[in-house]
């Protein structure tokens, strides 16, 4: 899934590429992603964008009409959404309902994207809004972790009370925004801390260290993304990860091997040496098969 690193990489790369330009097309493909009906996608057309921003992991597009009209194209890519740029857009039809893509635009310089989601599991999200604070995912993000507001004090309070396990913390849009399953267990990694820890539980020295894990990782992650076009962003993505995805490697901090954790639909990776004491966690999917 792509969270804020990436999500920021494709906001810097089309914020260099569209500002400026009018929309000349927007076509839905797999009307399921549409999640708006007031304005109709038809109301993009002929719009000049002014703007792309991001909130936790939402790519918002701000565009102007005719008659000075201001909207918001929307966007969330879920799990297994991406996107894909053309310098010189692809002309080829394609019906609704036939092929991966779910939306795409075209821009008056030829140039356009296209949004498109793999699999059979469709979760791709857009939305069409005068504001972005109409979209209901936004609306209820908690803090940018990068904000300069948000210092520790500010994180340690997020903590406090919350008997709840640290990797759902960081992974909940409405405590935190912008992280999902793969940044927790690189933050959680860097943190040497369990993804089972309670966040209430937490000593000082805990929260400070987390902390610090949070912000160097994501900041870390930005600048590595940053002026990278979308074909390049997964694989950047993927090397950059030292426990997430890498279970049965050895972890490059203490060279134990990393270990996953399985649930219904995703994953957690851990290094047991730096992270639980050696100990190992129950596999909640090996659990179910000797019973």
Same mark, same amino acid.
Request: glycine share 10%; proline share 6%.
């Given at each position: 899934?792509?969270?804020?690193p990436?999500?920021?990489?494709?906001?810097?790369?089309l914020?260099?590429?569209?500002?400026?330009?009018?929309?000349?097309r927007?076509?839905?493909?797999?009307?399921s992603?549409?999640?708006?009906?007031?304005?109709?996608?038809?109301?993009l057309?002929?719009t000049?964008v002014?703007?792309a921003s991001?909130?936790?992991?939402?790519?918002d597009?701000?565009?102007?009409?005719?008659?000075?009209?201001e909207l918001?194209?929307?966007?969330?890519?879920?799990? *297994?959404?991406w996107?894909?740029w053309?310098?010189? &857009?692809q002309? $080829? @039809?394609?019906?609704?309902? #036939?092929?991966?893509? /779910? %939306?795409?635009?075209?821009?008056?310089?030829?140039?356009?994207?296209?949004l498109?989601?793999?699999?059979?599991?469709k979760?791709?999200?857009?939305?069409v809004?005068?504001?972005?604070a109409?979209?209901?995912?936004?609306?209820?993000?908690?803090?940018?972790?990068?904000?300069p507001?948000f210092?520790?004090?500010?994180?340690?309070?997020?903590?406090a009370?919350?008997?709840?396990?640290?990797?759902?913390?960081?992974?909940?849009?409405?405590?935190?925004a912008?992280?999902?399953?793969?940044?927790?267990?690189?933050?959680?990694?860097a *943190?040497?801390m369990?993804?089972?820890?309670?966040a &209430?539980?937490? $000593? @000082?020295?805990?929260?400070? #260290?987390?902390?610090? /894990? %949070?912000?160097?990782t994501?900041?870390?992650?930005v600048?590595?993304?940053s002026?990278?076009?979308?074909?390049?962003l997964?694989?950047?993505?993927?090397?950059?990860?030292?426990v997430?995805?890498?279970?049965?490697e050895?972890?490059?901090?203490?060279?134990?091997?990393?270990?996953?954790?399985?649930?219904a639909?995703?994953?957690?990776e851990?290094?047991?040496?730096?992270?639980t004491?050696?100990?190992?966690?129950?596999?909640?999917?090996?659990?179910?098969?000797?019973?």
């Amino acid at each position: 899934m792509p969270e804020m690193p990436e999500v920021t990489g494709l906001v810097e790369f089309l914020a260099g590429r569209v500002v400026g330009l009018r929309v000349d097309r927007a076509q839905v493909l797999a009307i399921s992603a549409l999640k708006t009906y007031d304005p109709p996608i038809e109301a993009l057309r002929g719009t000049v964008v002014e703007a792309a921003s991001r909130h936790g992991k939402f790519l918002d597009l701000a565009l102007r009409g005719d008659a000075d009209s201001e909207l918001h194209l929307v966007f969330h890519l879920a799990k *297994a959404g991406w996107l894909r740029w053309y310098e010189e &857009a692809q002309n $080829t @039809p394609v019906k609704p309902g #036939r092929s991966a893509t /779910a %939306l795409r635009v075209r821009f008056d310089d030829g140039s356009g994207f296209d949004l498109t989601e793999a699999g059979t599991k469709k979760s791709l999200a857009v939305y069409v809004v005068r504001s972005p604070a109409d979209v209901p995912g936004i609306a209820r993000l908690g803090p940018d972790p990068l904000d300069p507001g948000f210092d520790r004090d500010a994180f340690a309070g997020l903590l406090a009370g919350r008997r709840t396990q640290i990797k759902g913390v960081l992974r909940d849009q409405s405590i935190i925004a912008g992280i999902g399953n793969a940044y927790s267990d690189e933050i959680l990694h860097a *943190a040497k801390m369990s993804p089972y820890a309670l966040a &209430a539980g937490l $000593t @000082p020295d805990e929260i400070d #260290r987390l902390y610090r /894990a %949070l912000v160097d990782t994501l900041a870390e992650a930005v600048a590595a993304a940053s002026g990278r076009p979308p074909a390049d962003l997964k694989d950047a993505k993927r090397r950059g990860m030292r426990v997430h995805g890498r279970r049965g490697e050895a972890c490059p901090v203490c060279g134990d091997e990393v270990r996953s954790v399985f649930f219904a639909d995703n994953s957690l990776e851990y290094c047991p040496t730096c992270q639980t004491g050696g100990k190992l966690l129950a596999d909640r999917r090996l659990s179910r098969l000797l019973k």
